[in-house]
């Protein structure tokens, strides 16, 4: 084949596959950012307590008249759709003066230091988690080699102003909310329990972090800390619970019954599938599933 054949062959194929490998490499960038989350419509769960996360990466607003608090900040690219979602909800970011975090990782913990700056907010973690989190995700309790792969997951490092303890309170006005260290997942995985007040009733909610043994971020004693995690989450009482994914909680099919439902907070109250979430993931660690 001659020579100026063979050179037009060439640069018709790298005409072809550039295009193609700049698109890869925009969709790998913005899957790194965003983790393919969309954005949610956000809406009123119960009483003061707000969806204002993504398709499946939770966030959520407990909203009260002295200032909210917000659980969760997704991934770095998530933070955006967070103070969109509380302005539609006729919020200002402003007014949030404290941020929770259920664990450390770059899909919940990413957009914090983004939101922190939005909100000039205090951020709370638990003790074991403040050191991650203030490291951008680098998680030094974990043994080699297994703390080099979180330093591939790192994310702007936010301030960690308080540490708290396993049974604190963190208040804001009327708000109270309750923490519960439940290791397993990471070692500073936190569960929050609340009140809200719905019409006449008030409600306990739970904010499960994940009972997902992760084949990367075993550290020594998991397995003791999963085992105490399964008790303490089933002796907190829960009326409506939800999770740092919205698939568990079936955040999307609660969300669809709310149009149909006498009060659309009814298809939220779920003691049942809070307790069989337990069920499912003590079986899971039973099981030896790891993620």
């Not at 009060?263 to 003590?282: K, L, M, Q, V």
Request: with cysteine; proline share 6%.
């Amino acid at each position: 084949m001659p020579k100026n054949t063979k050179r037009a062959i060439h640069l018709v194929l790298l005409a072809i596959i550039t295009p193609l490998v700049i698109v890869g490499l925009l969709k790998w960038q913005e899957g790194g950012v965003n983790g393919g989350q969309k954005y949610a419509e956000p809406f009123r769960i119960a009483g003061n307590l707000y969806y204002v996360g993504a398709n499946d990466v939770t966030s959520f607003l407990i909203a009260g008249p002295q200032g909210h608090i917000l659980i969760d900040g997704g991934y770095p690219g998530e933070a955006k759709m967070i103070t969109a979602s509380i302005a539609k909800l006729g919020f200002n970011i402003r007014d949030v003066k404290i941020l929770l975090n259920s664990e450390h990782h770059y899909d919940h913990a990413g957009g914090l230091a983004e939101l922190q700056k939005a909100s000039g907010a205090q951020l709370w973690a638990s003790e074991p988690s403040a050191d991650a989190i203030t490291s951008g995700g680098y998680d030094r309790s974990l043994p080699f080699p297994r703390r080099l792969i979180t330093g591939m997951f790192q994310y702007a490092r936010p301030r960690v102003d308080h540490v708290f303890r396993d049974g604190d309170t963190i208040r804001v006005g009327s708000i109270a909310i309750t923490a519960h260290l439940t290791p397993g997942h990471t070692r500073g995985c936190t569960s929050y329990s609340f009140p809200v007040r719905d019409g006449d009733r008030v409600l306990q909610v739970v904010s499960a972090c994940s009972l997902i043994v992760m084949e990367v971020g075993q550290y020594p004693g998991y397995k003791a800390d999963f085992e105490r995690t399964f008790r303490v989450l089933r002796s907190i009482p829960a009326d409506i619970w939800v999770t740092s994914h919205g698939r568990p909680f079936g955040r999307y099919r609660k969300f669809a019954a709310r149009a149909t439902a006498t009060n659309p907070t009814d298809p939220f109250i779920d003691p049942a599938g809070y307790r069989a979430y337990i069920d499912s993931g003590e079986a899971s660690f039973r099981r030896g599933r790891m993620h």
